[in-house]
C-alpha cells in the first residue's frame, strides 16, 4: 500500500484510486473545531480490505 500519511485529501485519494484502490474517508476533529481550516490532511491510513484503504483525515489552518 502506498503511504499517504501527511497528504492533502484529494492528492491521496487520487494517488490510491489510480493505483487502484477504493478509498474510505474518515474524518477526525476536536470538537470546537478549526476555525479558518483551509486544508485536510491525512493523519492515519490503514487497510480495510481487499484493495480498500481507509483514511483518517483531520482540518487544519495552513494560511496565517
Do not use: W
Not at 17 to 26: H, M, N
Amino acid at each position: 500500500m502506498t503511504g499517504v500519511i501527511g497528504f492533502r485529501e484529494e492528492e491521496a485519494r487520487k494517488l490510491l484510486e489510480a493505483r487502484g484502490q477504493k478509498v474510505v474517508i474518515l474524518e477526525y476533529g476536536s470538537r470546537k473545531g478549526v476555525e479558518g481550516a483551509d486544508s485536510a490532511r491525512v493523519i492515519r491510513q490503514r487497510p480495510a480490505g481487499i484493495n480498500t484503504a481507509e483514511l483518517t483525515v483531520s482540518r487544519f489552518k495552513t494560511r496565517i
